[in-house]
């Protein structure tokens, strides 16, 4: 049983034929051919595939929070200035506390770096220690063999200086002896002058004398000489044979150089005592 519509007045018809067979319609009287209407088939709803239970719940993905940078780089950063600083200037400046601080800062550097995964921290840490451990090694080695020839320069600056008092104490010694002496004549030896207590007998002796050999040389015989005549001169070997003073009868102390100081020597060394 179907029904459907006359086309002519609309009426609803209800026939049990099969379609495109031809009924009258009870109102009109018009005859029409049963339609064809396609049966469409229920749909059922599809039973969703069941997923086997596992007894696994998910798990959450857990995000775990950013680790908070503890100021590794700048340490090694700092510690690799301060190595080249305790290289260069260090030494000049304060030798070895530079480079000390670059060790200390740079070990610190390694030890964040190696708790925060900083890779880009190693390299400055690890120079500034090496540059570090140079300047604390390198540089009083430096500074020594820099300053060692000033060194050196000063003690026989020292020691010239030392000489020279000798003479002019040796030379106040003899003219007060000529001032006592009723002809005003000068000494014939250093023991007069010492013995009359008139200069210390340790001022006979240079700081630089070889042991064993005398330090001065005094030329007697010159109360008539003219006041630039040598009285007292040194040993050629002291001050490392570079020359020596010379004692002159005004009481004037000069150290002469070689090879004038030499011609001296020669030329007084025969009646020198």
């Not at 020691?159 to 000529?178: D, P, V």
């Not at 009359?196 to 040389?217: E, H, K, N």
Request: glycine share 10%.
């Amino acid at each position: 049983m179907q029904q459907f519509a006359c086309p002519s007045c609309g009426k609803l018809i209800s026939a049990a034929t099969d379609p495109g067979s031809f009924v009258q319609c009870p109102l009109c009287s018009q005859t029409v051919t049963v339609p064809f209407v396609p049966q469409i088939p229920a749909t059922s709803a599809q039973p969703q595939p069941q997923i086997p239970a596992t007894g696994v719940q998910p798990q959450a993905q857990v995000q775990r929070p950013a680790k908070k940078s503890s100021g590794s780089r700048g340490l090694a950063v700092t510690s690799l200035v301060f190595g080249l600083l305790g290289v260069s200037v260090g030494i000049f400046a304060c030798p070895g506390v530079l480079s000390l601080v670059a060790i200390i800062l740079g070990a610190v550097a390694l030890v964040k770096s190696s708790d925060d995964d900083a890779e880009s921290s190693r390299g400055p840490a690890i120079g500034g220690v090496v540059t570090g451990a140079i300047g604390l090694i390198a540089g009083p080695v430096i500074l020594f063999v820099l300053i060692f020839p000033a060194f050196n320069a000063m003690r026989d600056m020292g020691e010239k200086t030392f000489c020279q008092s000798n003479l002019q104490q040796i030379g106040w010694g003899i003219e007060m002896y000529a001032d006592q002496d009723p002809d005003g004549a000068l000494p014939e030896n250093m023991g007069s002058v010492v013995n009359a207590g008139y200069m210390m007998a340790f001022s006979l002796d240079c700081p630089t004398q070889v042991a064993g050999q005398q330090s001065y040389f005094y030329v007697p015989g010159q109360s008539s000489a003219e006041p630039n005549a040598v009285v007292m001169f040194e040993n050629p070997s002291n001050h490392g044979g570079t020359g020596g003073h010379v004692l002159y009868k005004d009481g004037s102390v000069v150290f002469v150089e070689d090879p004038e100081f030499q011609n001296i020597v020669d030329q007084y060394s025969d009646r020198a005592q």
